[in-house]
């Protein structure tokens, strides 16, 4: 064998072996793109599964992961950027309460538990550690399920008021919890410390509260509250709430606005409008004691929304549909307000960013404030 032949070989097995890398590079990416969105589905041919969308290439699907079978209802998402681990609350077709835990890095599902008596909103320590999970909304039970992240085993009861429903765990803590208590206690927000389990709460709220979304340095709260056209907003240092009405609102009562959400940089509010109205009103938070409506977004759908939440960076918002609907969520430009995209439908839905392979950081089903 020649020299100059041997070269050759050389030189076309390093084009190979390039050529190969690149390969795998560009597949990594598709796979795992820098921003995604983890959407769990909710229309009924593939509801549970988990859609995945390249957020900065228009929210292009990229691949749609299958689950666990027999959801019914998906209930509320949350993940760990510390173990790379994700976790869906559902309802089966039983009706008995689920969580499902999915390594993000693999697509597989680790364990899939019943959480008695029943599960809702869910959320996560930032630890990755411990999960806080209700006990849903229709049921009696009055306390929520702390619950081991990693085996999905009950390992406390935080006792405080019935018919618990959305969990949430804004930047700075401690744990905020609502509930549908037709006893006067669900006219209260709840406060949970991580560390001692002590329960605090504010107001009492007009009436029993519905979503809710707490600031960066959990200062200020707003909240859906029924029978209310528009919102109340809670100043968490002193205690005291003020109400902000939608004027020319939507005929009739108004039952329960469904969704709200704090723009990252804080600068504003957006409220999903009544199931049957497809309209998004935008509060001017620069002065969050005295919010102005701005603005009202119109839907495509020409329905109503049941949930909204936003990207951590503030480029994009979430408009999901009518809770089970077929209906995508609508993309909004969250800063020229425009609409720009529709993904699949869901409401139970997190951004996971990567950098070389790992996760770096990870968004929230809620819009809370990032500033």
């Not at 969050?288 to 409506?293: F, K, N, S, T």
Request: hydrophobic fraction near 35%.
């Amino acid at each position: 064998m020649t020299t100059k032949y041997v070269a050759a070989l050389l030189i076309l097995l390093g084009l190979f072996v390039i050529t190969a890398k690149s390969a795998r590079g560009t597949e990594e990416m598709q796979s795992n793109p820098p921003r995604s969105l983890y959407a769990v589905n909710e229309s009924s041919d593939d509801r549970g599964s988990i859609s995945v969308y390249d957020m900065d290439a228009g929210h292009r699907l990229i691949k749609t992961i299958q689950t666990v079978p027999g959801v019914s209802d998906v209930r509320g998402v949350a993940v760990s950027g510390a173990t790379g681990k994700l976790y869906v609350a559902y309802r089966n077709v039983s009706g008995t309460g689920m969580v499902y835990c999915l390594d993000v890095y693999n697509d597989s599902v680790v364990w899939n538990r019943a959480i008695d008596p029943g599960v809702d909103r869910l959320v996560i320590n930032p630890d990755g550690k411990l999960l806080y999970v209700p006990t849903w909304e229709g049921g009696s039970a009055d306390f929520i399920n702390v619950v081991d992240a990693n085996t999905g085993d009950t390992v406390r009861k935080v006792y405080f008021s019935n018919r618990s429903h959305d969990a949430q765990y804004p930047l700075s803590g401690p744990i905020f919890q609502e509930t549908k208590a037709e006893d006067g206690s669900g006219n209260y927000l709840y406060l949970i410390d991580p560390s001692s389990f002590a329960v605090s709460r504010i107001g009492p709220y007009l009436g029993i509260l519905g979503p809710y979304a707490v600031d960066s340095t959990s200062s200020y709260v707003v909240n859906n509250v029924r029978d209310l056209w528009g919102m109340q907003v809670a100043n968490l240092k002193t205690g005291e709430i003020i109400t902000a009405t939608v004027p020319n609102h939507p005929p009739g009562d108004a039952g329960l606005l469904h969704g709200i959400g704090w723009t990252p940089d804080q600068s504003e509010v957006w409220e999903n409008s009544s199931g049957s109205d497809p309209h998004v009103y935008v509060w001017d938070m620069r002065n969050p004691m005295a919010p102005v409506l701005k603005q009202t977004l119109t839907l495509r759908s020409g329905r109503g929304s049941h949930w909204l939440t936003f990207d951590i960076k503030g480029d994009f918002g979430y408009i999901a549909p009518v809770k089970n609907s077929a209906d995508g969520t609508e993309v909004f430009d969250a800063r020229t307000h425009t609409s720009v995209a529709e993904i699949g439908s869901s409401e139970d839905m997190v951004e996971i960013d990567f950098a070389d392979g790992k996760i770096s950081r990870v968004g929230d089903q809620y819009g809370i404030g990032r500033r």
